[in-house]
């Protein structure tokens, strides 16, 4: 599902991020991405969905390899990963249905299938019946979901999450990592990047550790 080999960032400026890196999650797990400021944590998001390379080593994603895979390659490979954001980057000129949709549409899907799917992944969030919404009438909590439900709408494998309860407090973070929960029994994969260290500890979930751009215990962790 995810995996690197020895990966190293250097940015263009010579700022080292990532430093031999080896990790594999394993398709169907979820796990912990943690570590302190600027340890590593986005750039290894970042190199996962292609927004960056690596500067050395190899990294598998959903069984590409990204070092094979071309620049007009990368949005197909996008839509198999759900991105969820701390500032859910909602569009506050369009209704929560238009938001939720957007993948949908990009994706040409049919009106008739784009309805169900989205009404499908508002119900998944708790937000069925709020299609037609503005996200700015919603709560912090409710646009988080208007988020979620935009990641998984058309069911990506692979789900990552950068700081996604960073703006809420701890009730409605341990009810958006139950939400993670659910989409990982149904089969997602799902990798969460959090300061968070509470809630990390209140869940069962491998957390990989990141420090100044290595990471912790990775012989342990390599499966
Ligand atoms: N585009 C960039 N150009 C140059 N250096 C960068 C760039 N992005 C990140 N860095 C540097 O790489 C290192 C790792 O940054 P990164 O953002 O991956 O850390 P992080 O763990 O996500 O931090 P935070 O928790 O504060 O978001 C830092 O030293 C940072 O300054």
Do not use: C
């Not at 190199?47 to 959903?62: H, K, M, Q």
């Not at 701890?170 to 009810?175: A, E, G, H, V």
Request: hydrophobic share 40%; proline share 4%.
């Amino acid at each position: 599902m995810i995996r690197f080999e020895q990966v190293s960032k250097v940015y263009s400026g010579g700022q080292k991020a990532l430093n031999d890196v080896s990790v594999h999650l394993q398709k169907g797990e979820m796990a912990f991405l943690t570590g302190h400021s600027g340890a590593g944590k986005s750039t290894l998001l970042k190199l996962i969905t292609v927004i960056e390379r690596a500067s050395a080593g190899r990294l598998w994603i959903n069984g590409h390899d990204i070092a094979q895979v071309k620049p007009k390659q990368i949005p197909y490979l996008r839509r198999d990963i759900g991105m969820i954001f701390q500032n859910h980057h909602l569009l506050m000129d369009k209704t929560v249905f238009d938001n939720v949709a957007l993948p949908l549409v990009i994706e040409g899907f049919s009106h008739g299938e784009i309805r169900k799917r989205v009404a499908g992944a508002l119900d998944m969030v708790g937000l069925y019946g709020k299609e037609k919404h503005a996200p700015i009438m919603l709560s912090g909590g409710e646009q988080q979901r208007v988020g979620i439900a935009r990641a998984i709408v058309n069911k990506p494998p692979l789900l990552l999450a950068d700081e996604p309860t960073g703006n809420l407090d701890p009730k409605l973070s341990m009810d958006i990592l139950r939400l993670f929960e659910t989409f990982n029994d149904a089969g997602t994969s799902v990798l969460i990047a959090t300061h968070d260290l509470g809630l990390i500890a209140r869940m069962k979930y491998r957390t990989l550790t990141l420090k100044q751009g290595r990471l912790l215990g990775a012989q342990e962790l390599q499966l």
